[in-house]
């Protein structure tokens, strides 16, 4: 994969971005440093991105987020506000490995679990 001026914008963006933005939020920020960029340019190089595992894409309500935080991690999100927060428990991730250990056929590589409710602010 070559490193172009969009993947290095993109990557420099989500390094610093712990909020789990939009493609949207993405362009408009990259758009800034990159004026000739494209949203189109910005998606297809997501999902390059992501296919080269540097970033991971979160589905959220149907929305896709992206992050490059890539250890593994679990999701906490508001179910009002869509305010979601990274919550690290190497426990859980290996009480969820254990729990489906010899349980399916397909060889589990990791897990990760997301928690839904309400934030203090939407409380």
Do not use: W
């Not at 997501?46 to 540097?54: F, W």
């Not at 896709?64 to 869509?82: D, L, N, Q, V, Y």
């Not at 991730?93 to 397909?106: H, P, S, V």
């Amino acid at each position: 994969m070559k490193y172009t001026n969009q993947r290095v914008a993109i990557l420099d963006f989500l390094k610093d971005n712990f909020n789990h933005p939009t493609v949207e939020e993405i362009f408009e920020t990259v758009k800034q440093k990159l004026p000739r960029i494209t949203k189109a340019t910005v998606y297809k190089n997501l999902k390059i991105l992501v296919a080269n595992g540097l970033i991971k894409e979160v589905n959220i309500k149907g929305v896709s987020r992206f992050e490059a935080k890539m250890e593994p991690h679990h999701h906490i999100i508001c179910t009002s506000c869509g305010k979601i927060l990274d919550f690290k428990s190497k426990e859980l991730i290996d009480y969820a490995l254990k729990m489906i250990e010899n349980q399916t056929e397909i060889i589990i590589d990791s897990a990760e679990t997301t928690f839904f409710g309400r934030c203090e602010i939407c409380e």
